[in-house]
């Protein structure tokens, strides 16, 4: 393993002491046709999020935008078929465990972002997933990234960032996490961990206020958004009537005691299901939600089907 070159250390300036290395070896990476896609890790409000813009504007600082920040996959998806996109611009999309959960993935967005990380390859695009956890997001979308990453804040002044290289085993595709080796000049360096100063992601603000008040704006409404949505889910789904309160599973049993007044051509429709329920239970449940119960109780007919569903 060889000790980084004096020409390669990273610079004094506070901005920069994020190494120079590995930002030009990204830039290779585009270069020579590829992307660049990472995860970045870490506990709520340990700075993942400013950490990957920052990595985005030290890569492309003249490209740095707004657009640059995403919280949906649709946001996403326009901005890689954005057709004034050039090789080398960056994107965070933060937190998208939200929108990119494991547990929806059968959903038709989810499934046309996973296709679109196979093949936007030919673009050689930046793409940076700020994520409490690796595990939020589904495992196809997981195998298309180049770099793990952990933050760790230790105090104000500075934070660590850790980054893994992602092995997977194409026989029995378990994966494996060695620390990341960048390959420059025919020379292996290794790259364990990255200081990155708070004075960093100051100057950042500083060059750029115009563009990071716009995200910051972003980031708030879209948590706003995101409380409220699943507050009015919770009220709508535990509705009380006569005391007692109603989840999805009770609705789920409900209807699948009464399954026949919810058949469409010999198959549960969500339709029925909504209007059954509106009767029953005297408040009208959500689409998602009646199509949630079509799910449960056909999921359970396949795994148990002479059992009568019950959960």
């Not at 950042?204 to 958004?225: G, V």
């Not at 429709?269 to 329920?277: R, T």
Request: include cysteine.
């Amino acid at each position: 393993m060889k000790r980084l070159s004096k020409s390669l250390q990273p610079s004094q300036d506070p901005e920069y002491k994020f190494p120079i290395l590995f930002v030009k070896h990204i830039r290779h990476l585009n270069k020579i046709k590829y992307n660049w896609a990472q995860i970045v890790t870490g506990k709520p409000g340990s700075g993942k999020t400013l950490q990957a813009l920052l990595l985005s504007y030290l890569i492309s600082p003249k490209r740095f935008n707004p657009s640059c920040y995403a919280v949906t996959a649709g946001e996403f998806m326009d901005w890689v078929n954005d057709p004034n996109r050039q090789a080398g611009d960056c994107i965070v999309w933060d937190e998208p465990g939200i929108g990119l959960k494991a547990r929806h993935w059968y959903s038709l967005s989810n499934i046309m972002v996973g296709e679109t990380l196979q093949v936007y390859r030919k673009k050689k695009l930046n793409v940076f997933f700020a994520v409490t956890d690796f595990s939020f997001i589904d495992i196809q979308a997981r195998k298309q990234i180049t770099c793990f990453s952990e933050i760790q804040r230790f105090d104000l002044r500075y934070a660590r960032m850790w980054l893994y290289d992602l092995k997977i085993n194409r026989k029995t595709g378990d994966m494996y996490f060695p620390y990341y080796r960048a390959y420059i000049n025919n020379r292996v360096y290794a790259l364990k961990n990255v200081q990155v100063l708070n004075s960093a992601i100051k100057k950042l603000y500083e060059r750029n206020k115009e563009t990071m008040d716009i995200i910051f704006e972003k980031m708030e409404e879209f948590k706003e958004k995101t409380m409220k949505k699943d507050r009015a889910t919770i009220q709508e789904i535990e509705k009380e009537r006569f005391g007692k309160t109603y989840t999805i599973f009770d609705m789920a049993n409900l209807v699948a005691k009464n399954r026949e007044k919810c058949i469409l051509k010999g198959k549960l429709n969500w339709c029925l299901i909504h209007a059954f329920l509106t009767k029953e239970l005297g408040f009208a449940p959500s689409r998602d939600a009646c199509r949630a119960i079509k799910f449960l109780i056909e999921k359970e007919k396949e795994t148990n089907p002479q059992n009568e569903y019950n959960m």
